[in-house]
């Protein structure tokens, strides 16, 4: 069984920094894209940064305020918050294309994700 688990989230004055942590966990043969997204209340889950093969890609809102990393000896990402803002306040979910079979194509996992709430 392969699973996505997250750590790091809670409670923080605007203008702070946060570092939210994600560790697959399993028979993982590979993992190719590791992404984050958030989910506000009353809106859609977004995806906020992604990473492949080295690539990072931000949504515009956190452009320059967020950084995206892993570590693919521990099949970690980790996701850098800084000037965080309270239109931050979200749910964060970790999610992954992992390869648990030969022969067969990646396996959308997702973690079970991880409150971020920004004071104003």
């Known amino acids: 069984q392969v699973q996505l688990v997250e750590s790091g989230g809670g409670l923080v004055q605007a203008g702070g920094s946060l570092r939210l942590s994600c560790a697959a966990s399993g028979s993982i043969l590979g993992i190719n894209a590791m992404n984050w997204y958030r989910q506000a209340p009353g809106k859609q889950r977004e995806l906020v940064a992604r990473i492949s093969g080295g690539i990072t890609n931000y949504a515009d809102s956190v452009k320059g305020r967020f950084i995206i990393s892993r570590d693919n000896a521990k099949n970690t990402v980790y996701l850098q918050m800084n000037t965080l803002k309270p239109e931050d306040t979200a749910v964060y979910y970790c999610?992954?294309?992992?390869?648990?079979?030969?022969?067969?194509?990646?396996?959308?996992?997702w973690g079970q994700g991880t409150q971020v709430t920004v004071s104003s």
């Open positions: 999610n992954a294309a992992i390869y648990i079979e030969l022969g067969r194509g990646p396996y959308n996992v």
